[in-house]
């Protein structure tokens, strides 16, 4: 066990470490200080790999999947109160409902279906997450989101006709494709469409997003090391 417990990443310093390369990857960007959100990606961490996390004062969270934070997050919610969820992974529709109970933020909102699935479960919790539209970017048949040609028409259906609070957008650029043109197109669709947040950047890419103007970045293997 002693040996295990030397081999585990120090997440509350490699969360420190994070936070410091944003810091500065804000203002070389001349951004405004805190102008730049990390989420912990915490998925597939136990609650207890998370807990030093919380411990060192970061609050907010990003999960794949329902069940799994259905499984860890109510527990360590009831210690920290004030930490934030995000759901940064692909949502079934059957299950809009308790992603609406359990997370503050969902940023995978990718076809009419699951919008529709949405504002019908915050009407019946009475609660509404920020919401984020998901954008394929590279238009990979693999992936989630929206195609760009059809994501102008998506924004509007669900802000007019569905009331949803649609806050900003979300992108997964192609792994062997050059980051920063995803980042910029994304940025653009925002422009035009009046969203102030993006979501975009993980662990290989995050300084180039925050460049691109990422509000959000979502940050897992450099935290927690490699997934289990």
């Given at each position: ?85 995000h759901l940064i992974g692909p949502l ?6 308790p992603a609406v109970r359990l997370f ?111 509000t959000i970045v979502r940050v897992g ?8």
């Amino acid at each position: 066990m002693a040996a295990q417990e030397i081999d585990q990443p120090d997440v509350a310093a490699n969360l420190a470490t994070v936070k410091a390369e944003i810091a500065a990857e804000t203002e070389a960007a001349g951004r405004p200080a805190g102008s730049v959100t990390l989420v912990a990606v915490a998925k597939t961490q136990s609650a207890e790999r998370i807990r030093p996390t919380l411990e060192a004062g970061h609050r907010i969270f990003g999960e794949n999947r329902v069940q799994e934070a259905e499984g860890k997050w109510p527990g360590l919610k009831a210690d920290y109160p004030d930490a934030r969820l995000h759901l940064i992974g692909p949502l079934q529709s059957n299950k809009a409902r308790p992603a609406v109970r359990l997370f503050d933020v969902i940023e995978t909102v990718d076809r009419p279906k699951l919008a529709g699935a949405l504002a019908q479960a915050m009407e019946k919790e009475g609660r509404r997450p920020d919401v984020f539209v998901q954008v394929n970017t590279g238009e990979e048949e693999q992936k989630h989101g929206i195609p760009p040609g059809e994501v102008d028409a998506f924004i509007r259906a669900c802000i007019e006709d569905l009331l949803l609070p649609v806050k900003g957008l979300m992108c997964i650029p192609p792994i062997d494709e050059e980051p920063s043109l995803h980042f910029a197109l994304l940025r653009e669709i925002a422009r035009r469409n009046g969203l102030d947040e993006l979501s975009m950047g993980m662990t290989a890419d995050y300084p180039i997003a925050v460049r691109f103007g990422a509000t959000i970045v979502r940050v897992g293997t450099a935290i927690f090391g490699a997934r289990p």
